[in-house]
């Protein structure tokens, strides 16, 4: 969809400009009108009409005019519908956008015979919700431009009523609310044989290290673990409602325990790194939560937090390791995981 100012300005052959007197400005009925929407108001008019010069033609015995609506033709329409239909703006924002309107007037004798054709659609957003073809003919003995003033100010409350009509029907199906509801919770199981949710009551032992042993590594032991994502959303009462389950997982295909290091020591250091994923997993849930999201910035920020906290894991995991020296310093290694038993039962989320 796309606003359009107009510049009334028709290419003549051999000649650059048209004059005023090549279009006939029509002026659209200025009376409080008939119909009031009550489930909606028009946020916005916009137009992709092909022709940017006008309307239409309008032929009086050979000398032929363009027609053109005051001030062009969405602007003509956004401020029929702002000055004269009442409209209530604690409803939800729709977006009427004229897709068509060609108006052909032709004088027969001393009678006019008028025919118009016009699509007006409706959009909540980038969604369209609805749209409305036309066509109609009359014939006149008085002034063709007063008579078009009235006919598509009439043509323009006709198709805002009949939206109204299928809109009541469907509204509740569409997200016409700004504002996205988040809930964000964190996964307590998981299809995937091959990982091992996070749980107080379900600790690592070396059985669940089932990778392949990296020994050209200083390393001797490796957790990997991280967080799975699962997403859905609704619309209820115009209302989006995104759904998000983060799920910390310890991936045992991935995870590797030289069994020439068995000791309680070692594994006690590995799951200090399972804990770190799920502290930062509760974090994320926590900012999710209290974030703010629109329809139009919802997935965007909803990538940027799970980037931030999946950098900011990765961080605390390297720092572990480096002051601990992959828990070669006894008391480095007794204050973090001290530090991270707190931080646990701080989090409330196991």
């Known amino acids: 969809m796309r606003s359009l100012f107009f510049l009334f300005a028709i290419s003549l052959i051999g000649s650059s400009l048209a004059s005023a007197q090549d279009i006939k400005v029509i002026q659209l009925k200025q009376e409080a009108a008939t119909y009031a929407p009550k489930t909606y108001y028009i946020a916005n008019v916009t137009d992709s009409i092909p022709d940017s010069t006008g309307i239409g033609t309008i032929n009086d015995n050979g000398s032929v005019q363009r027609i053109a609506l005051q001030d062009g ?27 068509d309107l060609h108006v052909d007037v032709k004088k027969k004798g001393a009678k006019w015979t008028i025919s118009i054709a016009s699509t007006f659609a409706f959009y909540s957003g980038d969604v369209k919700l609805s749209e409305f073809s036309g066509k109609g003919q009359s014939e006149i003995a008085g002034d063709p431009g007063e008579y078009l003033g009235k006919e598509i100010s009439r043509l323009v409350q006709r198709n805002m009523a009949d939206f109204e009509k299928r809109w009541v029907q469907q509204k509740d199906k569409f997200a016409t609310s700004e504002n996205v509801k988040i809930y964000a ?46 997403t859905s959303s609704v619309v209820q009462k115009g209302q989006l409602i995104f759904t998000v389950v983060v799920t ?58 799970t980037q931030q906290y999946e950098a900011e894991t990765t961080n605390e995991q390297n720092a572990y390791d480096t002051e601990t020296n992959h828990g070669t310093i006894p008391d480095k290694q007794q204050a973090w995981q001290d530090k991270i038993t707190q931080q646990v039962k701080a989090s409330g989320c196991y």
């Open 73 to 99: 033709t969405a602007t003509a329409l956004k401020n029929y519908i702002g000055q004269n239909i009442a409209e209530d703006k604690t409803q939800p924002p729709i977006v009427m956008s004229l897709n």
């Open 185 to 230: 919770t964190t996964g307590k199981t998981t299809d995937n044989r091959d990982f091992i949710v996070y749980s107080l009551q379900r600790p690592l032992n070396q059985h669940d290290f089932k990778g392949v042993v990296q020994e050209n590594l200083p390393e001797k032991a490796t957790t990997f673990s991280g967080n799975s994502f699962t």
């Open 248 to 305: 910390p997982y310890f991936d045992k295909t991935q995870s590797w325990f030289n069994p020439v290091n068995t000791n309680a020591y070692l594994l006690a250091h590995e799951q200090a790194h399972f804990d770190i994923t799920a502290i930062k997993t509760c974090e994320l849930v926590a900012a999710l939560s209290s974030a703010s999201f629109t329809k139009e910035n919802y997935q965007e920020r909803f990538k940027q937090l």
